[in-house]
Nanobody, 119 residues
Framework: QVQLVESGGGLVQPGGSLRLSCAAS????????MAWYRQAPGQQRELVARIGAGGSTNYVDSVKGRFTISRDNAKNTVYLQMNSLKPEDTAVYYC?????????????WGQGTQVTVSS
């Protein structure tokens, strides 16, 4: 079992920056693929960025060059550095952890943190 707790959301002006953190409890954090998703009002949840157990990363096109995902396995934490924020980045951001182990799929979600980009 893995518990995920996000922090770092808030209100920021366009062009500003925020860093989201997701602290994980439980074991074997380093073996999980970690990801950030977001969901804006009236829209489906979308994958924003993902980092594999080996450190490989993927980003949705709309955030490439602006957002950076990273992980610190010693602290059981994954980060999302968000720069040059735009109003369309406004959403609830969710942390996700998943892994496939011996044919079983393990998938965990945090409670979400609100990011609002507005002047």
């Amino acid at each position: 079992q893995v518990q995920l707790v996000e922090s770092g959301g808030g209100l920021v002006q366009p062009g500003g920056s925020l860093r989201l953190s997701c602290a994980a409890s439980g074991s074997a954090f380093s073996s999980y693929t970690m990801a950030w998703y977001r969901q804006a009002p009236g829209q489906q949840r979308e994958l924003v960025a993902r980092i594999g157990a080996g450190g490989s990363t993927n980003y949705v096109d709309s955030v490439k060059g602006r957002f950076t995902i990273s992980r610190d396995n010693a602290k059981n934490t994954v980060y999302l550095q968000m720069n040059s924020l735009k109003p369309e980045d406004t959403a609830v951001y969710y942390c996700n952890a998943w892994r496939l182990l011996f044919g079983a799929y393990y998938d965990y979600w945090g409670q979400g943190t609100q990011v609002t980009v507005s002047s």
